[in-house]
């Protein structure tokens, strides 16, 4: 049997590798009357209209969607999946000044319009007729985190979502029992931002309704503790509570994985 030359072999390589590209573009949508941007990656070379991936929609701090966040989507294309992230406060409209950051989140906490804007992000996800017929899941960071629980109690097909250092929104009992998939909570074990009444009325609300849930808890890691900014801009801001953790921040991204894995297995 004759083998391949080295030098063959090599430049089959280069071919493959130069065929497979990450695929990224801002995405135009419109919810409500407000022009929105999102921001879809994908990996060519794993993903097609021919071959869909499973889907993962991720939703933006406080800040709004930015490099971060973007960054985000093209880890998750990396992994070989669809990634959208959404847009919930307009196109190009971010900040890391926390005065409008509160602004701007203020227009969506405990209101309808939160999980709303983040189901047309998700109908978007969607419409690139990319994803894998229900296999879609959903991370937040932060108030990312709150906007995918907010989407989950509405009984949005969602095979799982993940919350990394999110403020808990305690669903109603009809609320839980709407959710259909897992649920993985990343909680900085000092995050200042998190009141323990808050986080055990959610898992009570959880345990009532048989969700099938992981809750973990970082030792030292504050709030915003997956982003390598976090302690930049919390010195720039005067603001205190939080801070990245790089141990926290790989080990929770990890168990994202583990979860996904586990909801995209068949």
């Known amino acids: 049997m004759k083998l391949a030359s080295p030098l063959l072999v090599f430049c089959v390589g280069l071919l493959s590798s130069a065929h497979a590209a990450l695929v990224t573009k801002p995405v135009a949508y419109e919810h409500v009357g407000v022009k929105l941007e999102g921001y879809l990656a994908y990996d060519d070379a794993q993903v097609s209209a021919t071959q869909p991936a499973p889907g993962v929609l991720v939703v933006h701090e406080w800040w709004g969607l930015n490099a971060y966040a973007k960054g985000k989507a093209e880890a998750l294309a990396k992994l070989g999946y669809v990634a959208f992230a959404l847009d919930m406060y307009g196109a190009g409209l971010n900040t890391e000044d926390p005065k409008q950051a509160t602004e701007l989140s203020a227009l969506f906490y405990g209101k309808p319009l939160m999980a709303e804007r983040a ?23 932060c108030f990312g985190s709150s906007t995918v629980q907010a989407l989950a109690y509405t009984g949005a097909p969602l095979a799982g979502i993940v919350s990394f250092h999110g403020g808990p929104v305690v669903p109603t009992e009809a609320q839980a029992t709407a959710i259909k998939g897992k649920v993985l909570i990343c909680h900085g074990a000092i995050d200042p931002f998190v009141k323990p009444e808050q986080l055990q009325a959610l898992l009570a609300a959880l345990d009532k309704a048989k969700v099938d849930y992981v809750f973990a808890s970082y030792a030292g890691a504050l709030h915003a503790f997956t982003n390598p900014n976090a302690t930049r801009i919390a010195q720039a801001n005067g603001l205190s509570g939080i801070g990245y953790n790089e141990a926290a921040s790989t080990r929770s991204w990890q168990h994202m994985q583990d979860l996904l894995s586990e909801l995209f297995a068949k």
């Open 119 to 141: 189901q047309a992000g998700l109908d978007q996800l969607l419409a690139t007729g990319l994803v894998r017929k229900g296999k879609v899941a959903a991370i937040g960071y």
